[in-house]
């Protein structure tokens, strides 16, 4: 055991993700998950991760998409937490140029109803370099796939429910080789059950009593994953780990 002690000051936040090599994934893509959680687990407050999320977790939260090719969220997730298309700092966007990647990653958005709202800002006020995707699957309402496909490119991944290896499959086809997810847990979930999160973002907010909910919610008969911790970083009283699953770690069934 070891105690761990408050270091030097790290300049930028970011840079240390931003150093991660992510070009080697296990499967389809590399896989990043960005949750956060109070000290006793919970990830939400009455059903919302903003009244949780302190001020430092919340920038580097908005800074961290800038390693996505493409953010993944699960639809309830975007509505509650009222997501838009996501708008980079000049400076993110032109070190993304220069990878000769576009200036803001597109988002996915999961889900199996399709019961999506077009005039949202995530999809009528999106720009042409990163239009809003919808992932679904075979067994949705048919009606419904085809008026969200007036508006939005759906990627169907699985028959009776979205399956992660199809939606990320889908993704590798489109050149997308990190894909960050943000939830919620129920989608979390899938992916750690499906052996396909590679890493870890968790930000450790100093509160307690929000909503019993854990981070992730995996399916029942899921196994268990093991992620090795990489990197731990801390601001004012917000504690931020790195996890990455181990070479040949593989979850446990």
């Given amino acids: 055991m070891n105690v761990l002690e408050i270091g030097a000051d790290v300049p930028d936040p970011l840079a240390p993700y931003l150093e991660i090599d992510r070009s080697t994934p296990r499967h389809e893509c590399w896989v990043t998950g960005?949750?956060?959680s109070g000290l006793d687990?919970?990830?939400?407050v009455d059903g919302r991760v903003g009244a949780l999320s302190t001020r430092p977790d919340q920038k580097l939260f908005r800074r961290m998409r800038q390693i996505a090719d493409v953010v993944l969220v699960g639809a309830e997730t975007a509505r509650l937490e009222g997501y838009g298309p996501i708008r980079l700092s000049e400076?993110?966007?032109?070190?993304r140029r220069a990878l000769g990647k576009p200036p803001n990653p597109p988002i996915a958005v999961v889900s199996r109803s399709l019961e999506i709202d077009s005039a949202t800002s995530l999809f009528a006020d999106v720009g042409e370099d990163a239009p809003t995707m919808v992932v679904t699957c075979a067994g949705a309402d048919g009606e419904r796939r085809a008026e969200v496909e007036d508006f939005a490119e759906v990627i169907?991944?699985?028959?009776?429910?979205?399956?992660?290896a199809s939606a990320l499959r889908a993704f590798a086809d489109r050149g997308h080789e990190v894909v960050l997810c943000e939830g919620g847990?129920?989608?979390?979930g899938e992916l750690v059950a499906a052996d396909r999160l590679d890493e870890l973002l968790l930000s450790i907010s100093p509160m307690m009593g929000g909503d019993p909910l854990p981070v992730s919610v995996t399916p029942p008969g899921a196994g268990i994953a093991r992620?090795?911790?990489?990197?731990?970083?801390?601001?004012?009283?917000?504690?931020?780990l790195r996890y990455e699953v181990e070479a040949g770690e593989e979850t446990d069934r």
């Avoid at 687990?41 to 939400?44: E, L, Q, R, S, V």
């Avoid at 847990?185 to 979390?188: E, H, M, N, R």
């Fill in 34 to 36: 960005h949750m956060v």
């Fill in 41 to 44: 687990g919970t990830a939400a």
């Fill in 91 to 95: 400076q993110a966007q032109a070190e």
């Fill in 156 to 164: 169907v991944a699985g028959e009776e429910s979205v399956e992660p």
């Fill in 185 to 188: 847990p129920t989608w979390l």
């Fill in 227 to 240: 992620f090795g911790l990489k990197g731990i970083m801390a601001e004012d009283d917000t504690l931020f």
